[in-house]
């Protein structure tokens, strides 16, 4: 069975402080991203990378870094949390040929 | 990717069929169709895509309309685990590293009664 683990459903932190959120796939797929999902907005792409050390820009990159040192995970970073980017955050992936993402349970982040 | 429209809500009874609309005037010709959905609490899930033709899975049905403008997902008989919000996409492929890249809009908020 295909998966997608996040390293964690919820998560509180302060304004200011650096975030990691850890994203691993088990099926070897090429693509990775990272979402965010808010009321009313719905998802939208923070990052996505197509390959080791790879990475692109999605919609809303600000405020966001990324790492891809191994295939099969993907981080996402803030580097200063502020409290607009208390959110949802959803990491997927698929392979290079085929737009089926598979995606993990998501990270519910409060910053307060 | 360009824009789809979806009702922003439908409801339907326990072991009915369900009929998902969506509207994808701007389709171009090699973008395939793609419906993810998201159950509570959890990420969306991939449930079908095409190009042209009908197609069938396990999970449910898509028809897609002679022009491509249009498409409906069809659910043959809803469960109440059916429950969740749908999606319709059609990425566009530019090309280069785009390719994988998905729009969610707001989708189709579907309850079913018991």
């Known amino acids: 069975d295909v998966k997608v683990t996040q390293s964690s459903r919820y998560l509180v932190k302060r304004t200011g402080e650096k975030v990691f959120l850890e994203c691993v796939q088990d099926?070897?797929?090429?693509?990775m991203f990272w979402y965010r999902q808010d009321p009313g907005l719905g998802l939208r792409l923070i990052y996505f990378?197509?390959?080791?050390?790879?990475?692109e820009k999605g919609d809303i990159p600000e405020g966001y870094s990324v790492s891809r040192e191994k295939k099969e995970r993907f981080s996402l970073i803030l580097e200063s949390a502020s409290t607009n980017q208390t959110s949802m955050y959803l990491c997927?992936?698929?392979?290079?040929?085929?737009?089926?993402?598979?995606f993990g349970p998501g990270t519910r982040l409060t910053v307060t | 990717d360009a824009k789809t429209t979806q009702p922003n809500s439908m409801e339907s009874n326990e072991e009915e069929p369900v009929h998902l609309p969506c509207n994808h005037s701007?389709?171009?010709?090699?973008?395939?169709i793609h419906w993810y959905r998201q159950l509570p609490s959890q990420g969306p899930e991939y449930v079908i895509h095409?190009?042209?033709s009908n197609v069938n899975n396990r999970m449910a049905s898509l028809a897609i309309a002679e022009d491509r403008k249009s498409s409906t997902l069809i659910l043959h008989r809803a469960t109440l685990r059916d429950a969740a919000v749908y999606y319709c996409?059609?990425?566009?492929?530019?090309?280069?590293?785009?390719?994988?890249?998905?729009?969610f809009g707001q989708g189709t908020i579907l309850t079913v009664h018991p």
């Open positions: 997927a992936s698929s392979t290079r040929e085929k737009y089926e993402q598979y």
């Open positions: 099926m070897d797929h090429e693509n």
């Open positions: 990378s197509y390959d080791v050390k790879m990475k």
């Open positions: 701007t389709i171009s010709g090699t973008d395939y």
């Open positions: 095409g190009l042209t």
């Open positions: 996409l059609h990425p566009h492929n530019a090309g280069g590293t785009s390719y994988g890249k998905l729009t």
